[in-house]
């Protein structure tokens, strides 16, 4: 019985993980980062060692410095590579099945 009972408390810790506390919150720097930084939220990296630190910056004045700083980063674009569209392309052209049968 204990068994399943900690079990059951497992999973219900999974589904519903424990917020962070309101001070640890850090939507709001990341949106502000975002809008200085003319880029998307998923671009912006916020260190995770000065989480507390970062979490004070309330003000767009105090997320411009946290970025002179180095603890906010927009991160690089992630390249997105042709080369798979370039074969799917070739075989459109010409059907491997009819390049094997000649």
């Known amino acids: 019985l204990k ?3 900690r079990a059951r408390q497992q999973r219900i810790a999974r589904r519903f993980p424990r917020a962070l506390p309101a001070a640890m919150s850090l939507k709001l720097q990341k949106r502000l980062a975002a809008d200085i930084k003319k880029c998307g ?3 912006i ?3 995770p060692n000065e989480a507390n630190e970062i979490s004070m910056a309330n003000s767009r004045f105090n997320v411009r410095k946290l970025i ?3 603890l906010i980063i927009r991160k690089a674009v992630k390249m997105h590579s042709r080369a798979r ?3 799917n392309l070739e075989a459109s052209r010409v059907p491997t099945k009819v390049l094997w049968m000649r």
């Open 3 to 5: 068994d399943i009972l």
């Open 85 to 87: 569209c370039r074969k």
């Open 41 to 43: 939220r998923n671009r």
């Open 45 to 47: 990296w916020l260190d």
């Open 68 to 70: 002179k700083d180095g």
